[in-house]
Nanobody
Framework: QVQLVESGGGLVQPGGSLRLSCAAS????????MSWHRQAPGKERELVAS???????TYIDSVKGRFAISTDNAKNTVYLRMNSLKPADTAVYYC??????????WGQGTQVTVSS
């Protein structure tokens, strides 16, 4: 019964910013590994950022210094703040949760398009 719903995607100019949100139900953040992934047209899905059960954060090299993953436990929501966006960031962004039994759950995705 875990459900993840992403929002916040859209069209933004290069250098702009967006904040993606992932609203979770049936999830205790302290017991789950939460992450953001993206899939560009014709490309494999790739991990972008993750936050572990202990709160540790990791990022793919191409977004370090530009993206930040965070959580709001009161709202049961995971965020991805994206700054200094580039056309190469254009992709469908997906929220993922991994439970203590190593089962994965995915959101439906939200489109991010970086273009002038």
């Amino acid at each position: 019964q875990v459900q993840l719903v992403e929002s916040g995607g859209g069209l933004v100019q290069p250098g702009g910013s967006l904040r993606l949100s992932c609203a979770a139900s049936g999830v205790t953040f302290s017991s789950y590994i939460m992450s953001w992934h993206r899939q560009a047209p014709g490309k494999e899905r790739e991990l972008v950022a993750s936050i572990g059960r202990s709160g540790g954060r990791t990022y793919i090299d191409s977004v370090k210094g530009r993206f930040a993953i965070s959580t709001d436990n009161a709202k049961n929501t995971v965020y991805l703040r994206m700054n200094s966006l580039k056309p190469a960031d254009t992709a469908v962004y997906y929220c993922k949760a991994i439970d203590p039994w190593n089962r994965a759950y995915w959101g439906q995705g939200t489109q991010v398009t970086v273009s002038s």
